[in-house]
């Protein structure tokens, strides 16, 4: 049965229908994508969906009308330059070592306690490749070079003389076909950026761009192209590995609002506003009249959502101990090999794990993550492994449930959840509240914290359990930025 379009959802038409630019500030199941089908509808003129992933892609290939191509940046790339190198794309996997063995590097010694392994040299190089093509810069310099854990000051400094001329060279050689060195897909989408391109489309919609590589995001803008503009900038949440807002201040654009949303009712997202009320918004979510949604606590919830990696392993222990089956999104692989890895440094041993390397024992990876701003994004995994020991963590990691569908509870981190919904969401304790400043000011959340609570609170369907967040009610009618406590999300 099709619905007729709401108020909202008219108003994109019609301004499709000018010829306007547009930028759609869509909420939490706002039905963006429903939206844009009955864009498209009406402008029947050829068109590109350029969709975030595999996934949507296909979804929107079934819901669009035949004059809209549906196609990700790399199928867009694939076709134009990607297809030429598919014999490089298709080459053998090369392990860091044997990358840094045929490009002839050595060990770089930093200051007295920090050597940098030559296959942690290569890993970074082709890091810095990967974050230049994520970029909308046309050459690879210095700040494309990543930080990483342990390395500081001076010796960052030394680290980025090293790796950038090595960038350089990785990058030269992706351009030749009979090049070498390891090819990924977002090599051939960046050579594709940097010719300009002009895509023979008259309209074109671009999704999800709350959370846009800067490279796609200026391809996009520069089209002559009509261009509609989706996404939540309240549920940026990838800025921390250089996506961007790419719905702020798109250019000779008209902002719009979807705020009715259909995924939950009128309890839910009157919880759902108060971290909105946070992030300096004019969006304000109304609940679907037809859903009794409500807000309750929850003894057995079918998801719980954690602020941090740390909080989501806690809570796996937790409902593993009370005999439940348990999924864990991303599943518990990466974290197993990080807890390994922090193992061998207790025991005195060294790592080749990228987050610990380049630390000499387990009491430096403590005073980094206490002492330096850098380092703070591994005090979940301290906390962990203080509470709980490794050998607990190993077992609850083989223990997980590998199939959603056979678990009794789904654990995620906000990150990892969304774009998801559950009939019934329990949201953890680990997300930050504010600290009551000094002179007794009234506190107030940093907007990265308010994103990441807006996501969480707004993947239930029937029942909320929010009450472990209900320190945001005393922040209802405050806000302001803030610095981000949480710092950056480990991709355990």
């Known amino acids: 049965m099709e619905y007729p379009p709401t108020a909202e959802q008219q108003a994109v038409i019609d301004g499709a229908l000018s010829g306007d630019n547009l930028v759609v500030q869509a909420g939490a199941g706002t039905g963006k994508t429903s939206t844009l089908v009955m864009v498209a509808e009406q402008l029947p003129k050829r068109s590109l969906y350029v969709a975030y992933n595999k996934p949507i892609q296909l979804d929107a290939s079934g819901k669009f009308p035949g004059h809209v191509t549906c196609k990700t940046s790399h199928g867009l790339a694939y076709g134009a330059v990607g297809k030429d190198f598919r014999h490089r794309i298709s080459g053998k996997r090369e392990p860091s070592w044997e990358v840094a063995k045929r490009m002839g590097l050595r060990n770089l010694r930093l200051g007295r306690d920090v050597m940098v392994k030559s296959s942690h040299l290569a890993r970074i190089a082709g890091d810095t490749v990967r974050r230049f093509c994520y970029s909308a810069d046309d050459e690879i310099t210095a700040r494309h070079v990543p930080p990483q854990n342990?390395?500081?000051?001076?010796?960052?400094?030394?680290?980025?003389?090293?790796?950038?001329?090595?960038?350089?060279r990785w990058w030269a050689d992706v351009n030749d076909r009979s090049g070498w060195m390891p090819f990924e897909h977002d090599h051939y989408l960046k050579m594709w950026a940097l010719t300009r391109p002009e895509l023979p489309y008259y309209t074109i919609y671009f999704d999800e761009a709350q959370d846009a590589n800067p490279v796609l995001a200026k391809l996009i803008s520069d089209q002559n192209a009509q261009q509609i503009i989706v996404g939540d900038s309240c549920q940026q949440m990838y800025a921390w590995r250089g996506a961007v807002d790419a719905?702020?201040?798109?250019?000779?654009?008209?902002?719009?609002y979807l705020a009715q949303s259909w995924r939950f009712g009128q309890a839910i997202a009157d919880e759902a506003n108060k971290w909105l009320h946070q992030l300096h918004t004019p969006l304000e979510l109304i609940g679907n009249p037809h859903m009794d949604s409500v807000v309750d606590t929850l003894e057995k919830p079918k998801a719980i959502l954690c602020r941090t990696n740390a909080g989501a392993m806690g809570h796996v222990l937790g409902e593993l101990d009370s005999g439940r089956r348990v999924s864990l999104v991303g599943g518990g692989d990466a974290l197993s090999r990080l807890a390994r890895a922090a193992g061998d440094l207790r025991e005195g041993k060294t790592t080749n794990h990228p987050e610990l390397y380049a630390f000499p024992d387990w009491d430096s990876v403590v005073r980094y993550a206490t002492e330096e701003e850098g380092g703070r994004d591994l005090l979940p995994l301290i906390k962990l492994i203080e509470e709980h020991g490794i050998e607990r963590i190993l077992e609850a990691t083989n223990a997980l449930s590998r199939n959603e569908d056979d678990a009794d509870v789904i654990v995620s981190t906000a990150h990892k959840s969304k774009g998801r919904q559950w009939e019934t969401v329990k949201v953890a304790g680990d997300f930050f509240a504010p600290r009551v400043t000094e002179d007794g000011e009234t506190p107030t959340i940093s907007e990265a914290e308010a994103m990441i609570g807006y996501v969480a609170v707004t993947r239930a369907k029937e029942v909320l359990d929010c009450a472990a967040v209900s320190w945001i009610d005393d922040l209802v009618d405050t806000a302001g930025p803030e610095e981000d406590e949480g710092g950056m999300v480990l991709s355990w």
């Open 247 to 256: 719905l702020g201040g798109w250019k000779n654009a008209r902002q719009l």
């Open 150 to 168: 342990g390395i500081i000051g001076a010796d960052h400094a030394v680290l980025v003389a090293n790796v950038l001329p090595l960038a350089q």
